[in-house]
């Protein structure tokens, strides 16, 4: 299984991103995923995470600004960010709860990152 993340780029305080992942391999179903980000010289947070019902959930920090939305016919993950601020700047990692293709047992996955700068 592998997770491709995409969107991320330089945008100024107050704009817009939206990310994406998309898991392919030999997938049964995915259970979670969610949005994790690391600054430089901190630790990896969760910023969103979406059960396979569509349950969201989200820290204080983000909540508000951020929307975490998935389509479980193409296997991706889409986070989208506004009003961003310059402490939002960080690698943003998603992360999935597969259940493979043949079994019962479920794994996670993470995808390679991708970066986010918010800065005039």
């Known amino acids: 299984v592998q997770l491709q993340a995409s969107g991320g780029g330089l945008v100024q305080p107050g704009g817009s991103l939206r990310l994406s992942c998309v898991a392919s391999?030999?997938?049964?179903?995915?259970?979670?995923m969610g949005w994790y980000r690391q600054a430089p010289g901190r630790q990896r947070e969760l910023v969103a995470a979406?059960?396979?019902?569509?349950?969201?959930s989200y820290p204080d920090s983000v909540k508000g600004r951020f929307t975490i939305s998935r389509d479980n016919t193409k296997n991706t993950v889409h986070l989208q960010m506004n009003s961003l601020k310059s402490e939002d700047t960080a690698v943003y990692y998603c992360?999935?709860?597969?259940?493979?293709?043949?079994?019962?047992?479920?794994?996670?996955?993470w995808g390679q990152g991708t970066l986010v700068t918010v800065s005039s």
């Open positions: 992360n999935a709860d597969v259940q493979m293709a043949g079994g019962t047992a479920s794994y996670g996955f």
């Open positions: 979406i059960t396979s019902f569509g349950t969201t």
């Open positions: 391999g030999s997938i049964s179903r995915i259970n979670y």
